[in-house]
């Protein structure tokens, strides 16, 4: 999110190690696309839509996959907390119109509850940028699609070599 809803400065804080551990753990637990995204948003500051792009996905997908990586390192998996997520990450996209801003205003404002869900979100996804750090460091998740691999290239000339060969169609 470029806006942040939050002030930036909350103060000296020490770095909890087994906190970030776990949050490291979850990011890690994520299938291997959902990292990428998440790391090239977190990391290197990437809209969504320009992540879409780079990746050949569907802008939806990027934000489906962006939810995914928010949910899976929450500590409280309540139905509220995945609705404040939710929120979080559609607000980061180019995507979102005024009508959905102006339905976020509505959610946030209909209960306590909903605020607190948001900012605790919010705190949350702070708290993600130093496992982040640890899980992208060696920048893998940088590199775009592969094309074809060699192994899976060989692969698919042997058994096309093998099935033309059986149906006596090699001349």
Known sequence: MSRLLLP???GPRA???PASQ???HGLRRLPRRAQQVFLL???DQLE???IATRLTLPLPRVEQLMIEALLSTSAESTALNAQAARWYVRLQSPAA???ERIDFRRWLDASPDHLQAFHATELH???LLAPARELGEQGWYRTGRAAF????CSLALGLGAAALLAFGLWS
Not at 149 to 152: A, K, V, Y
């Open 8 to 10: 930036l400065d909350h």
């Open 15 to 17: 770095v909890d190690e």
């Open 22 to 24: 776990v949050l490291l």
């Open 41 to 43: 948003n977190r990391l």
């Open 48 to 50: 969504f839509a320009l």
């Open 97 to 99: 119109s005024a009508c």
């Open 125 to 127: 996804w702070r708290s």
């Open 149 to 152: 691999s060699m192994g899976g």
